[in-house]
């Protein structure tokens, strides 16, 4: 039976038979919308590693208490790690692509202002969108039981970006006219990769230019055009699938 999860802010230093608080949001979740009650198992995590199962053995209005039954190890995160520099997509599109991503195991998502995104966030409703992005990795990483939860990072600008790419062992730009196949980019199960996923409208030569520049390899996925909010899960199963992480 799959457990449902909850997320708590930290479980570290947690034990066998310890008591564990669940308030706020989650708490609420739990005991109004679930309705999960005394005897009921959970599984605990708090994103950062560690997690537990355990035994409701108290709850509240908006809060429950969990007894810890068994602690999860925490391993370190998961290698390599994986970026995805996600250029503003239209509507709901971004959400989109931050449940898939999240669910596939990246560990950070940026949004990036490419000079052809239709989208633009600014003032309140970056917060905003910032805030939407943010709940729907939350909810996500719940969904796929995760121990690490993904860094959704302030919206950030090409030179931001490119250096980004510069940091990264690994950095590739998905482009329509990219004549190297994703297969012959070299990967390591070690270390960074970065993938940069552009906007509808498509990169312009000078976001390209000054990416490859800074390392990043330009790359096509195949014959078909994939949408914005696709291509980047595309890609990244496609190189983690050939680590040690899916294999």
């Not at 802010?9 to 308030?23: F, K, T």
């Amino acid at each position: 039976m799959t457990l449902p999860v909850h997320i708590v802010d930290s479980l570290a230093g947690v034990r066998v038979g310890d008591q564990v608080e669940v308030g706020g949001e989650e708490g609420h979740h739990a005991v109004v919308v679930r309705r999960l009650r005394v005897g009921e198992q959970v599984m605990l995590a708090d994103g950062a590693g560690e997690g537990i199962t355990g035994t409701i053995s108290g709850t509240g209005k908006k809060s429950m208490t969990v007894r810890v039954d068994d602690v999860i190890l925490g391993d370190a995160p998961p290698a390599p790690e994986l970026t995805i520099v996600q250029a503003l997509p239209k509507g709901d599109r971004g959400e989109l692509a931050v449940e898939m991503l999240t669910e596939i195991g990246a560990a950070r998502i940026v949004p990036w202002a490419a000079a052809r995104s239709v989208a633009v966030w600014k003032g309140e409703r970056a917060a905003k969108s910032l805030g939407k992005w943010r709940a729907t990795a939350r909810e996500a990483a719940k969904q796929s039981r995760r121990l690490w939860h993904p860094d959704i990072e302030p919206l950030a600008g090409t030179d931001a970006v490119a250096a980004m790419v510069a940091e990264a062992d690994v950095a590739v730009v998905l482009h329509e006219d990219g004549t190297l196949p994703i297969g012959a980019v070299p990967i390591t199960d070690e270390g960074s990769i970065l993938v940069v996923v552009g906007p509808e409208g498509g990169l312009t030569d000078e976001e390209i230019a000054l990416f490859e520049k800074a390392g990043a390899i330009t790359i096509r996925l195949g014959n078909e055009v994939l949408r914005t909010s696709t291509a980047g899960v595309a890609a990244a199963s496609a190189l983690l699938a050939r680590t040690r992480r899916w294999t």
